[in-house]
């Protein structure tokens, strides 16, 4: 009986000595932006955008390519920067390079650090956030242009009509 119990302190000692795994369950953290494409003539419908491209100002490499077309995208920003710019590409031809129609697409904010959790640690709101397009692109218009804080991934933060 001696010996069962400094086993049992021991054993008790080691279980006890665990601490709990900490799992960040908040996913994304960081919220993106969301853009919703429209047709212009027709503002309440979605419009997908064939042949859809989207580039990073610096990068080379598309974030993804679409053929068939996507009519809503998630961007992320840069959180070290209070700028952002996208390339964005689309042909509605035939998916030749010579007829893509390139549009550029701002992005201006604040930012700011929010402490989440130990396990998820901080994520960044952006605030204050302001878009531009270049004024010759196949974008016609985008409403808003401007939104007080992006932290919402349910709806989209920005229209898009072409």
């Known amino acids: 009986m001696k010996k069962i119990i400094p086993f049992l302190l021991l054993l008790l000692a ?17 919220s993106k932006l969301k853009i919703d494409f429209y047709d212009d003539t027709n503002r309440e419908t979605l419009k997908k955008v064939q042949r859809f491209s989207i580039i ?65 640690g901080f994520k960044i709101i952006f605030k204050n956030v302001a878009f531009s397009s270049s004024t010759s692109s196949w974008i016609t218009d985008f409403t808003p242009t401007t939104i007080t804080n992006l932290d919402d991934q349910t709806t989209a933060h920005v229209q898009i009509f072409h």
Do not use: M
């Not at 996208?86 to 390139?102: F, M, P, Q, R």
């Open 14 to 30: 080691f279980f006890t000595a665990c601490e709990k795994d900490d799992f960040c369950v908040k996913n994304p953290v960081t």
């Open 56 to 120: 990073a100002e610096g990068k080379t490499d598309s974030l993804f390519t679409n053929q068939s077309g996507k009519n809503s995208i998630s961007i992320p920003l840069n959180s070290l920067t209070t700028e952002t710019v996208y390339t964005l590409k689309k042909n509605d031809t035939d998916g030749a390079t010579s007829t893509n129609e390139i549009a550029t697409f701002t992005i201006k904010y604040d930012t700011e650090e929010e402490y989440v959790s130990r396990s998820c």
